[in-house]
C-alpha cells in the first residue's frame, strides 16, 4: 500500500502544478466620464481674473472678475494643442492642457499625470465662468480659488 500512496501524491503534486494562467492583458474599463465638461477649445479669449479663500465669497467674486474685464487675462492658443496660461508664481505663460484623472476629476496643467502639483483642479466652467483650485497646498494659500469670467461672448 505504500508505494500507491506514494504515487498517488506525486501523482496529485505534479497535477497541482498543472493549473492554467490567462495572460491576456486587462482591457480598459469604459472611458471616465469628466466631471466638469471643458475643451481647450472653450479656453482661447479675454478673461476677467478675481479670487476668493471662502467659498461664501464665490459669488462676490464672480461679479468681481466681471468687473475686471477692463484689464483682461489672456488665454492664448498653444502651438501644440494646448493653450498659453500662467503657472504658479511663473511670468511667463505656459503651454497647458486639459487632463482627466481617472476619477473624472478634470485639470489643467503642463504635460504629465493629472493632479500634479503644477495643475489647477476645474472646479466648474458653464461656458462664462471658470473657476479652479491650485493643487500645489502654497498655490493655493498664495492665490487662492481662481474664478476666471469671460469677457464679451466667446470667439
Known amino acids: 500500500m505504500r508505494p500507491v500512496v506514494a504515487l498517488s501524491l506525486l501523482g496529485a503534486t505534479i497535477l497541482a502544478g498543472c493549473t492554467t494562467t490567462d495572460f491576456t492583458p486587462p482591457t480598459a474599463g469604459p472611458p471616465v466620464q469628466p466631471a466638469v465638461a471643458i475643451t481647450v477649445a472653450d479656453l482661447p479669449g479675454n478673461w ?3 479670487s476668493y479663500r471662502k467659498d461664501a465669497d464665490r459669488p462676490r ?5 466681471k468687473a475686471a474685464c477692463g484689464n483682461p487675462y489672456q488665454i492664448g492658443s498653444g502651438p501644440n494643442g494646448g493653450v498659453a496660461m500662467h503657472l504658479a ?3 511667463q505663460p505656459t503651454e497647458v492642457f486639459i ?3 481617472r476619477n473624472g476629476q478634470v485639470f489643467i496643467g503642463p504635460k504629465g499625470d493629472a493632479g500634479m502639483r503644477s495643475d489647477r483642479l476645474v472646479v466648474s466652467f458653464d461656458n462664462s465662468v471658470l473657476v479652479t483650485d491650485w493643487m500645489d497646498p502654497s498655490a493655493r494659500e498664495r492665490y487662492g ?6 469677457c464679451g461672448k466667446k470667439a
Not at 467674486?61 to 472678475?65: L, N
Not at 480659488?145 to 469671460?150: G, N
Open 48 to 50: 476677467g481674473l478675481a
Open 61 to 65: 467674486t464672480e461679479k468681481e472678475a
Open 89 to 91: 508664481d511663473q511670468a
Open 99 to 101: 487632463k482627466v484623472a
Open 145 to 150: 480659488t481662481m474664478v476666471f469670467a469671460r
